[in-house]
């Protein structure tokens, strides 16, 4: 099975056809997602909310996406592996960000993804030229949402949607290989994708982007909540709790372990 690469995108863009991608934040999930044919697996700082329960993106540190980008890449043989820079790795400048991106590529990333507009342009290009390849995400960005007022929708209006354009294509320019969009009116992310060159994937933006992610436990019916753009797959996690039920009734009853269980003398 081929390795699914940045170029990959690039032509499915060209053909029109669907980029997908879910978040992964263990070898476990990771190689499950892979093995269904997912095309790009997100090392995504949303473990913040999902794994470590902290309510927000904010806490997570490098440390923590470093253990998380290696057990993903060691479990993925087809799909591209983006790990996100999280909160404080590289809003100080172009040099840090691209000294942490190399620690995302060592621990196996094949990109990375930072958020924010046309102010990091300096920082993709850095990256870029490190042959590194970067993703942006705009719109809705997880990691500002004390500055943006809560989880809002982004990009309404004229002068917002305009703005966001230009952020796609000052970033596109500066070498950012692919888009996250996020939260954002339906026209907008479509219009974000007729304009720019590169791959658009859509979380919250509509059916005409490139492409699609989810939260990879949202996507599986494991959440308690999830957001209006989510939708459930599956029960997966009914499915975890009615398997552990079943586990402790048969320890309880006794009817496990049985004799194929366990070891004569
Ligand atoms: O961390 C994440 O899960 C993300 C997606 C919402 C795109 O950045
Ligand atoms: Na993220």
Redesign the pocket.
């Known amino acids: 099975q081929a390795r699914v690469r940045v170029h990959h995108l690039s032509q499915a863009k060209a053909r029109g056809e669907q980029i997908v991608m879910l978040t992964a934040y263990d070898a476990v999930t990771a190689r499950i997602l892979d093995s269904a044919g997912t095309d790009v697996l997100l090392v995504?700082?949303?473990m913040g909310n999902v794994m470590l329960d902290h309510g927000s993106?904010l806490p997570v540190t490098m440390e923590e996406m470093l253990v998380a980008t290696r057990s993903v890449a060691r479990a993925t043989e087809r799909a591209l592996v983006l790990a996100?820079l999280p909160f404080g790795s590289y809003e100080s400048g172009p040099h840090e960000a691209l000294a942490n991106a190399v620690r995302l590529v060592k621990a196996g990333a094949h990109a990375v993804k930072l958020e924010g507009g046309s102010v990091r342009s300096e920082s993709v290009r850095l990256i870029s030229q490190a042959g590194i390849p970067v993703f942006g995400?705009i719109g809705f960005t997880?990691q500002s949402v004390n500055a943006l007022g809560g989880y809002r929708v982004q990009g309404r209006g004229d002068d917002a949607a305009e703005g966001l354009v230009a952020d796609a294509l000052a970033l596109a320019e500066a070498g950012a290989v692919a888009f996250i969009v996020e939260m954002v009116p339906e026209p907008v992310g479509a219009r974000i994708t007729r304009e720019c060159p590169v791959p658009i994937i859509g979380i919250g933006a509509g059916a005409r982007c490139d492409g699609q992610v989810l939260v990879w436990t949202d996507m599986a019916g494991m959440s308690e909540w999830s957001p209006r753009f989510a939708a459930r797959f599956g029960q997966v996690g009914e499915a975890l709790r009615e398997a552990a039920r079943s586990f402790g009734t048969a320890v309880r009853d006794g009817s496990f372990p049985a004799a194929e269980h366990w070891f004569s003398s």
């Open positions: 995504g700082d949303s993106t996100d995400h997880p």
